[in-house]
């Protein structure tokens, strides 16, 4: 062994050094290492239970965002025509306006029919109605952009013209009864002009509140209505010289 002050090489077993009269200081043994704690193995998982694991989850029920409450819109319309009008102009409700102009076609195809028509003629005139109808919804579209700040789209659009046609629908309805029971033609044409007055007066005040002006409510309307009515006589003509 060797002195561990010196260095000087000393018997085996000796406590102090020779030659420097040091004490000899026995080396203290190095401790084995631990097992590292990440080296253990990893606890197993308990397995599933096989009954719980066969059973199927049931998906969620998707509920569907479109409005279709029919009678609170014919609650509201015959209470305030322009304020059910004016909440049911969200994109959710365009169906509630297509039905409408369903409805409207529907109309046509019995006024014409009650009158005496021929199959042809009395669909010729109801696609005319449906161009027109068209030229309605359209037309607003594209003229929304000069007069209104916030921006209706396509189906925000159908459920306003469509809902606001509801008073020329049953006008026409029962003008054409009474023009079948009578042999006339004065009530459908009386109750058609009184119920697109009444449609178009039911738009310009909703427009009105759209616009913050009474100029450019009227006027927008005024346009609207005048397409409706001359894609109507345009095709009108068009089909009873066919």
């Known amino acids: 062994m060797f002195c561990t002050s010196c260095g ?4 085996d077993g000796s406590t102090v050094c020779g030659e420097c009269n040091q004490p000899i200081v026995a080396a203290q043994p190095t ?13 197993v998982a308990p397995a599933p239970d096989a009954s719980s694991a066969s059973e199927p989850v049931a998906p969620a029920k998707k509920t569907s965002d479109l409005d279709l409450n029919f009678g609170s819109l014919f609650g509201d319309f015959f209470k305030d025509p322009v304020g059910a009008v004016e909440t049911r102009t969200r994109p959710t ?8 102009f369903g409805a409207l076609v ?9 009158r005496g028509a021929s199959f042809g003629l009395s669909f010729g005139m109801t696609f005319s109605l449906v161009c ?4 309605l919804v359209f037309s607003f579209f594209l003229l929304q952009g000069k007069f209104i700040t916030s921006k209706f789209c396509i189906f925000g659009t159908l459920s306003m013209t469509g809902i606001s046609m509801i008073p020329f629908v049953i006008f026409y309805f029962i003008g054409g009864i009474a023009d079948a029971v009578i042999t006339t033609s004065l009530f459908s044409t009386a109750s058609y002009v009184l119920g697109l007055l009444i449609s178009a007066l039911i738009v310009s005040r909703v427009l009105e509140e759209k616009t913050d002006s009474r100029v450019k409510s009227f006027v927008m309307t005024l346009i609207m209505y005048a397409s409706f ?3 109507l006589a345009v095709f009108s003509l068009v ?3 066919l």
């Open 8 to 11: 000087k090489e000393i018997p």
């Open 132 to 135: 027109a109808a068209a030229a």
């Open 239 to 241: 089909v009873t010289k």
């Open 229 to 231: 009515t001359s894609v």
């Open 93 to 100: 409700s365009y169906v509630i306006g297509l039905i409408v």
């Open 31 to 43: 401790p084995a290492p631990s097992p590292d704690a990440s080296s253990a193995p990893a606890p």
């Open 106 to 114: 529907l109309v046509s195809m019995i006024n014409w029919m009650l």
